[in-house]
């Protein structure tokens, strides 16, 4: 399983555009991508640990730990989708727009 950390702010407007993103992507790659969301102005700690510069920033980890991508600011989600396919992984259901 892959995991999608998102890094940013629930305050600011290029992470508020990522949140349906992240959501999306959550369903289509449901069991093998796991999204997490930490807002570093509440958890600065989370920025200190992925010596974040701006936000968002998107940490995309393997199943051991060692980081796949990095990403700064509003990721397309159809270049999230060429990423995860990349690494061999298939949408497993489209959500409904």
């Not at 993103?21 to 369903?27: A, D, L, P």
């Not at 449901?30 to 510069?53: L, M, N, S, T």
């Not at 509003?74 to 990349?86: A, C, K």
């Amino acid at each position: 399983m892959i995991t999608f950390i998102e890094l940013g702010s629930v305050n600011c407007i290029p992470c508020k555009k990522m949140q349906p993103v992240m959501k999306s992507i959550e369903k289509k790659y449901a069991g093998q991508v796991e999204v997490i969301f930490y807002d570093v102005w509440k958890e600065p700690e989370r920025g200190k640990e992925f010596g974040i510069k701006m936000i968002p920033t998107q940490v995309f980890l393997d199943p051991e730990g060692t980081e796949l991508l990095r990403h700064q600011g509003f990721f397309p989600e159809e270049q999230i989708d060429e990423f995860l396919q990349s690494k061999g992984l298939k949408v497993v259901e489209v959500p409904s727009t």
